[in-house]
């Protein structure tokens, strides 16, 4: 729903907050008003990122569970449903430097699909067809970095 549509239907809301989209803003208001619990699946990115920390908080979540929404981010996660159910992937590996996701690319080979880690959505996706697109896809868009690792295939 488009959120002007929420704020100006009493028959979609009850309340509506304008507040940050945090972990601890959540819990507020979460307590505040004795939720039955919390939809993560129209938020976005940022949610998927907090229904572990919730969960941990004994959120009640409705829809995905945090463990399937982490299984789904998590490519390491993801790869071993995807093997044990008998799907064919690429060739894939994180990657926590541009010297390190060069040297992958050259070995299996341009065009490669980078993506940030922990991002389902697709955000910051983008297919490198060279040393050159990829250390400008890398340095524009992404923090590559231990804490940041890209995934390519």
């Known amino acids: 729903y488009n959120p002007e549509t929420v704020s100006t239907d009493y028959d979609e809301a009850d309340r509506l907050y304008f507040e940050e ?22 938020g976005g990115q940022i949610p998927n990122n907090m ?19 982490d299984n789904a981010e998590d490519r390491f996660k993801f790869s071993k ?3 044990s159910i008998g799907v064919d992937q690429p060739l894939w590996k994180e990657l926590q ?17 980078i993506r940030p880690s922990y991002v ?16 400008i896809f890398l340095n524009k868009a992404c923090d590559v970095s231990p804490e940041h ?3 390519i295939s």
Request: net charge negative; charged share 20%.
């Open 120 to 135: 389902l959505s697709g955000a910051a996706m983008k297919v490198v067809f060279n040393d050159d697109d990829l250390e």
């Open 51 to 69: 229904a572990l920390q919730l969960a941990r908080n004994n959120v009640k979540i409705l829809g995905t569970s945090a463990q399937d929404i």
């Open 21 to 42: 989209l945090s972990l601890e803003r959540v819990l507020d208001i979460y307590e505040l008003e004795a939720s039955s619990g919390v939809i993560l699946s129209v």
């Open 149 to 151: 690792p890209v995934v």
């Open 81 to 83: 449903i995807l093997d």
């Open 97 to 113: 430097s541009t010297s390190m996701a060069k040297a992958f690319c050259k070995q299996v080979e341009y065009p490669c699909l």
